[in-house]
Nanobody, 121 residues
Framework: QVQLVESGGGLVQAGGSLRLSCAAS????????MGWYRQAPGKQRELVAT???????NYADSVKGRFTISRDNAKNTVYLQMNSLKPEDTAVYYC???????????????WGQGTQVTVSS
């Protein structure tokens, strides 16, 4: 069974920084893209950043220049370094991974449970 476990969320003042981590575990054969999404109260879940197994990245316009996504393939872990945080970054942040397991030998999409990020003004 696959698990994506996020950590690193919390409360920070505007202008501060946080680093989120997400570790994938289970009978994983391969991981393609990994990414971070967020959902603020009353809003739809939106893409924050993604990274392929080869290291190609994609960012939402609202976080470009402030957030950096990276991954450690050996640890099946993806990170999100968030700098210059703004109150509008407040949301639950979800990890996402497109991966295959020994059981399925086919890629499916998996989500973490989410971690709260709150930025105070």
């Amino acid at each position: 069974q696959v698990q994506l476990v996020e950590s690193g969320g919390g409360l920070v003042q505007a202008g501060g920084s946080l680093r989120l981590s997400c570790a994938a575990s289970g009978s994983i054969v391969s991981i393609n893209a990994m990414g971070w999404y967020r959902q603020a109260p009353g809003k739809q879940r939106e893409l924050v950043a993604t990274i392929t197994s080869g290291g190609s990245t994609n960012y939402a316009d609202s976080v470009k220049g402030r957030f950096t996504i990276s991954r450690d393939n050996a640890k099946n872990t993806v990170y999100l370094q968030m700098n210059s945080l703004k109150p509008e970054d407040t949301a639950v942040y979800y990890c996402n991974a497109d991966l295959a397991t020994i059981e399925t030998m086919k890629r499916y999409n998996y989500w973490g449970q989410g971690t709260q990020v709150t930025v105070s003004s």
